[in-house]
Antibody, heavy 117, light 107 residues
Framework: QVQLVDSGGDLVKSGGSLRLSCTVSGIDINDYFLAWVRQPPGKGLEWITSISAGGSSIHAIDSVEGRFLVSRNTAENSFSLQMNTLRVDDTAVYYC??????????WGQGTLVTVSS | DIQMTQSPSSLSASVGDRVTITCRASQYIGNDLGWFQQKPGRAPKRLINEVSSLESGVAFRFSGSGSGTEFTLTVTSLQPEDFATYYCLQYFTYPWTFGQGTKVEVK
């Protein structure tokens, strides 16, 4: 059974940093594209960043480029999202997700990040 | 970036109704499109991959069609558990982009 468990969400002040983690079981992350998707309160889904199956390629949306960084820990079969210089509009539920290069079929339960001014 | 325009943004329907949701891409995305269902407080669930490939365990009343830039999700006979919000996702090119969502509500 595949399970993704995301954690690390918290209340943080604008300009602060936070690290989200996604612990994966049931699949080998080396075979999967890994991503973070967020959802602001009451709004739709937004893909924000992903790392390729081999870890050689990272993509991100412009608004988080240079502030957020996704990374993998193959020894622990987990991946993370380091978020720096957080802004109020980064407030959202953050989901980790995985797929073999198509629409994500495995998702974490979501972790809430609240950025206050 | 590729814009995914979903319509309608919301609809009211009754159990047993046929429901169709459309997703239009701002440029060609081939068959690189998936559909998700999301219920309040829950993570999205993939229903369909590659335009029309139904996820294992998903009811056959869900189907997807289309190609290129225009795609549809159809529910042939809406059931009580289908009231939710639906999203399309293009994974043809980065950044991957979701449609804005379609909320299916009880009439």
């Amino acid at each position: 059974q595949v399970q993704l468990v995301d954690s690390g969400g918290d209340l943080v002040k604008s300009g602060g940093s936070l690290r989200l983690s996604c612990t994966v079981s049931g699949i080998d992350i080396n075979d999967y594209f890994l991503a973070w998707v967020r959802q602001p309160p009451g709004k739709g889904l937004e893909w924000i960043t992903s790392i390729s199956a081999g870890g050689s390629s990272i993509h991100a949306i412009d608004s988080v480029e240079g502030r957020f960084l996704v990374s993998r820990n193959t020894a622990e079969n987990s991946f993370s999202l380091q978020m720096n210089t957080l802004r109020v509009d980064d407030t959202a539920v953050y989901y980790c997700a995985a797929s073999k290069g198509t629409a994500y079929n495995f998702w974490g339960q979501g972790t809430l990040v609240t950025v206050s001014s | 970036d590729i814009q995914m325009t979903q319509s309608p943004s919301s609809l009211s329907a009754s159990v047993g109704d046929r429901v169709t949701i459309t997703c239009r891409a701002s440029q060609y995305i081939g068959n690189d499109l998936g559909w998700f269902q999301q219920k309040p407080g829950r993570a999205p669930k993939r229903l369909i991959n590659e335009v029309s490939s139904l996820e294992s365990g998903v009811a056959f009343r869900f189907s997807g069609s289309g190609s290129g830039t225009e795609f549809t999700l159809t529910v042939t006979s809406l059931q009580p558990e289908d009231f939710a919000t639906y999203y399309c996702l293009q994974y043809f090119t980065y950044p991957w982009t979701f449609g804005q969502g379609t909320k299916v509500e009880v009439k």
